[in-house]
DNA sequence: ATGAAAGCGCTAACAA
DNA sequence: TTGTTAGCGCTTTCAT
């Protein structure tokens, strides 16, 4: 059995109410008394019990994170940073991963709601206006990563995917390479859709026809995936010059497949990918990319979260990392 | 404010025990008086309070589960094996990071003992016996991933890391590399030194000298560190003929920065990673590699921690999976 | 089949 | 400065 504050009490031969004051306010304990209850506490290796402490307080001091796939860099970076800002507001996470679906993300709800969270951070999948508004009546916070729900009261931070999309296909052009292939995924994420509309438009207004861009989907964003559109890729004749991946993971298993297969990169074909994880800056050629700063929107939810902002939307600058992959 | 339970209760009303009972053992009410309760629950939207109910249960549905870093995909697939056959067991995974420090490992475990957790998964940074013991005589199951502590009761699932080095070592030399690299990290993890002790023991039984065995080592055992281990290879002057690498992660980096500098895999040397991760297949050179069965160990975890077994021990063998770049 | 009520461990308001 | 106590929302036992 757990040893509870009742018995802590009584070895110390306090009342439970300076037991809890030891613990939470310990500055109006005599310091002869508080030294001879945290003695006890350390003997008696004695861990509140959080169920009953917020319990009684309505509200706990965690905040639930949830993450669409918790195998993507992208979304590990972000929760680190939003875990860190969070461990620093003396809150501790709990994560739940949604793996992209819907039906689970909506298992990850009830169960932070039954824990009693006091917010909530998430990469949303398939969330309702309805079932966020309902969150927001019980005065649950709750910051949308990378995508807004209008009119339900969530505040979101996200990166301008339109102006990320621009500044890729723009370095693109700025290397004469206007043929070009977007690597994707169907159903295409709204954020990967803005990518492809601000590269698009950047063509268009570079004056030249978007007729010729290839669109390659895949059914997940994963290096595996980008090796089979990679492979499309070759399959379909002639290669594009320029390549715009959806993501590093992609764009690293097409890179490795086409080095793979003798095509020369940057020389033969440029490629740029989305994310700045890690892995880009080592992959075999280095990997030019956006950079969203995701420690910085993990943080930045964080923020919002704890200071249980309303409709508030911050939107951050991506960043071109130029490397060998296209340069 | 949260609806609760008295609430329901008001507006079937019905008394809150029946609305309990329609919660927990529904064939105890009458059709009609359930479907009305149901109905209203769904009309409020009612979640039913953790804290409370562990509260008064004494213990609650969810296990903790700490992973030591959350970016490492071999941790990250584990994690889903003991997630997948967690749910499927009516419980949930509050999940936390050590992040590989033992200050914020034992944080974790604060937290979720204060959570009240009915077992905790683990993959140990620098768990001391006496707290495991500790957590033991409290009721909690504890099951450690890949290292065990002797005395604690604890129980482990982990891989024959001796065999699997021994494995790998085994194929370099039926491709007849015995000038041999091992690339690991420092500190060496337990796990990644029974590897090359069993590594070493194959070459010295094939009757190999193991004196040329070249053992570099980094920091951290990610790409990055993979990329600088190759660097200190090159620089080394001649190469060695076969490389052993203690995680793919590392593999890849290496084999990146070795492709670069026109090294040819497996031609001029022969690589060989441990884990068997999703990017290994999609490597720039498919990665022989050893590959953990890393969602059972997870399953088995979870299994373990379900049963509240003591000191069982659960070992299982690891597979070499041959790809290009050690064939 | 349903209701009434005790009590889980803790915090905070109040009393001493 | 410390003790006493009500009550958070729920489950469960015992009546009805």
Redesign the interface.
């Known amino acids: ?2 040893t509870s504050i009742r018995e802590v009490a009584r070895r110390a031969g306090v009342s439970v109410g300076t037991v809890s004051n030891v613990l939470n306010r310990p500055d109006l304990v005599a310091d002869a008394t508080r030294d001879r209850v945290k003695a006890v506490i350390e003997e008696l ?1 004695f ?6 402490r ?2 009684r307080q309505g509200a ?1 001091r965690t905040l639930g994170v949830i993450v669409e796939d ?2 993507n ?1 992208y979304f ?2 972000v ?2 940073g939003a ?1 860190a800002a969070l461990n620093a507001g003396g809150f ?1 996470a ?4 949604s793996d992209g679906s819907p039906e689970k993300e909506r298992r990850c709800l ?2 932070l ?4 969270v006091s917010g909530i951070i998430m990469t949303p999948v398939a969330l309702d206006a309805a079932r966020v508004a ?1 969150l927001r009546t ?2 649950l916070p709750v910051v949308l990563i990378d995508r807004r729900i209008p009119g339900a009261g969530a505040c979101s931070v996200a990166v301008d995917h339109v102006a990320g999309g621009s500044l890729a296909m723009r370095h693109l052009i700025s290397l004469g390479r206007t043929r070009v292939a977007f690597v994707s995924a169907e159903p295409e994420p709204p954020s990967v859709r803005q990518r492809r509309g601000g590269a698009l438009r950047s063509l268009a207004r570079a004056g030249y026809s978007s007729d010729s861009v290839l669109y390659v989907a895949e059914a997940e964003m ?3 995936a ?2 089979l559109a990679a492979r499309r890729l070759l399959d379909h004749g002639t290669l594009p010059n320029g390549i715009f991946c959806a993501n590093d993971l992609m764009a ?2 097409l ?3 086409l ?2 297969n003798g095509v020369k990169i940057p020389q033969d074909v440029a490629v740029v990918g989305y994310d700045d994880i ?2 880009a ?5 280095p990997l030019t990319t956006v950079s969203q700063p995701r420690r910085e929107l993990g943080r930045i939810a964080t923020e919002l979260a704890l200071t249980d902002a309303d409709n508030r939307h911050v939107v951050l600058g991506p960043e071109l990392v130029v490397r060998e992959s296209a340069s």
Chains 1, 2 share one sequence.
């Open positions: 059995m757990r290796g861990v509140r019990n959080e169920a009953a917020s319990l706990g918790i195998a860099p590990t970076d929760a680190r875990e501790d709990i994560w739940c991963t009830d169960f709601e039954e824990q009693g309902r019980r005065g994963t290096a595996n980008g090796q690293i298993g890179v490795n497949e080095t793979r890690d892995l800056s080592t992959a075999v050629v």
